[in-house]
């Protein structure tokens, strides 16, 4: 059983930052591709960015330039670095594993779900 808990969300002012963390446990964490998806009030949960085992990253355009997506392999641990913050990014954030090598948007292809993490972004 794999198991994911992330933590670092919270309040912050828009043009502001924040990290995210996910802690992997049950699972080979190298081998796997984990992703971040982002679920806003009333609408569909939807894909922030990934990274692949091999270290190949994939963005939604609305992030592009923004957000980092990094993983420490030793630490068990993939991050999300969010710079320049804007109240749409408003949302519940979750981190997900894919056991596929390559990186996928659809949220079908995750395996295992953390319990998210509420980030607030005021005007």
């Known amino acids: 059983q794999v198991q994911l808990v992330e933590s670092g969300g919270g309040l912050v002012q828009a043009g502001g930052s924040l990290r995210l963390s996910c802690a992997v446990s049950?699972?080979?964490?190298?081998?796997?591709?984990m992703g971040w998806f982002r679920q806003a009030p009333g609408k569909e949960r939807e894909f922030v960015t990934a990274?692949?085992?091999?270290?190949?990253?994939d963005y939604a355009d609305s992030v592009k330039g923004r957000f980092t997506i990094s993983r420490d392999n030793a630490k068990n641990t993939v991050y999300l670095q969010m710079n320049s913050l804007k109240p749409e990014d408003t949302a519940v954030y979750y981190c997900?594993?894919?056991?596929?090598?390559?990186?996928?948007?659809?949220?079908?292809?995750?395996?295992?779900w953390g319990q998210g993490t509420q980030v607030t972004v005021s005007s």
């Open positions: 990274v692949s085992w091999s270290g190949s990253t």
């Open positions: 997900a594993v894919d056991y596929s090598t390559a990186i996928s948007k659809e949220r079908h292809e995750y395996n295992y």
């Open positions: 049950g699972r080979t964490f190298s081998r796997l591709t």
